[in-house]
């Protein structure tokens, strides 16, 4: 039986986060400090990205080896992503 109750909290999080997102780039925070809008929305990003990998991929009830082996691939992609943007200017 899947667990209404926690998936809709997490349904109401991620709604919530998403709004927020939104709610940065409406009150203009984009235009007077772009350094921290962006740093606002890459950290409700992951946020965002934690709580999907953990509850609707299942990381929460799997191994905890599964786990550090995802966030090995996590490194790796942010390893690769700074790389190439070094590469680009």
């Known amino acids: 039986m899947a667990r209404t109750k926690l998936y809709t909290g997490i349904y109401v999080a991620l709604f919530v986060i998403a709004t ?11 235009e007077e400090s772009y350094v921290l809008a962006l740093a ?40 690769l992503t700074v790389a190439a943007s070094y590469s680009i200017q």
Request: charged share 10%; net charge neutral.
């Open 40 to 79: 606002l929305i890459t950290a409700f990003s992951v946020i965002k990205a934690v709580i999907v990998a953990g509850y609707f991929q299942h990381l929460v009830w799997e191994p905890r080896s599964l786990t550090y082996v995802m966030m090995l691939g996590f490194v790796g992609f942010l390893a």
């Open 20 to 30: 927020m997102q939104v709610g940065i780039e409406q009150i203009g925070l984009l």
